[in-house]
């Protein structure tokens, strides 16, 4: 059973950045059928989606978000991450990682994290 | 970007009751899309996907249809647990996007 959990500081500075793992147990990271995605939920509204890595390298980002976001692959630790610089208070939110296969069904986010909650203040 | 639009905001209905849940994109996206069930403090919950297959371990009482841009999830009669909010996300063109959610509440 493929699990994934997020990890990383619940407290970030303004203008500072925002850096979260999500580590992937039972199953590979490194399978080439997958994509890695990042998804956050402020505090009481919905879902929005920050970006996807597939076979370690090909990125897809939130255009939204582009020019703040990095996200990668760390093969050899079966980790996924986010990093997301020059954080203000409207990036508080809950941040999710999660699956899509990206060949046969369903094309969706099918595997999520617990999600962790990143606060934003000084 | 393809906007998704949820309506309505907050369904309440009482158990065994029919929900209707409409989401409407602002393009077509063909039958690529997904609904997601989330409850309080959980991640969301795929429940179906390309418009109408229900996800693994989905109980049949939820069903979805449309294509195009006008979409629907229908849970036949709601038990105890279905009391939730729920999201579409199209997954035809980058950005991915999801719409903005409906909460069936009890009534």
């Known amino acids: 059973q493929l699990q994934l959990q997020e990890s990383g500081p619940g407290l970030v500075k303004p203008s500072e950045t925002l850096s979260l793992t999500c580590t992937v147990s039972?199953?590979?990271?490194?399978?080439?059928?997958?994509?890695w995605g990042w998804i956050r939920q402020p505090p009481g509204k919905g879902l929005e989606w920050i970006g996807s890595i597939y076979d370690k390298e090909s990125t897809y980002y939130n255009p939204s978000l582009k020019s703040r976001v990095t996200i990668s692959v760390d093969t050899s630790k079966n980790q996924c991450s986010l990093k997301l610089s020059s954080v203000t208070a409207a990036d508080a939110a809950v941040y999710y990682c999660?699956?899509?296969?990206?060949?046969?069904?369903?094309?969706?986010?099918?595997?999520w994290g617990q999600g962790t909650l990143v606060t934003v203040s000084s | 970007e393809i906007v998704m639009t949820q309506s309505p905001a907050t369904l309440s209905l009482s158990p065994g009751e029919r929900a209707t849940l409409s989401c409407r994109a602002s393009?077509?996206?063909?039958?690529?899309l997904a609904w997601y069930q989330q409850k309080h403090g959980q991640a969301p919950r795929l429940l179906i996907y390309?418009?109408?297959n229900r996800a693994p371990g989905i109980p049949a009482r939820f069903s979805g249809s449309g294509s195009g841009t006008d979409f629907t999830l229908t849970i036949s009669s709601l038990e105890p647990e279905d009391f939730a909010v729920y999201y579409c996300?199209?997954?035809?063109?980058?950005?991915?996007?999801f719409g903005g959610g409906t909460k069936v509440e009890i009534k």
């Open positions: 393009q077509s996206v063909s039958n690529y």
């Open positions: 039972g199953g590979s990271i490194s399978t080439s059928t997958n994509y």
């Open positions: 996300q199209q997954r035809s063109n980058w950005p991915l996007t």
């Open positions: 390309d418009a109408s």
């Open positions: 999660a699956r899509r296969v990206a060949v046969g069904a369903p094309r969706y986010f099918d595997y």
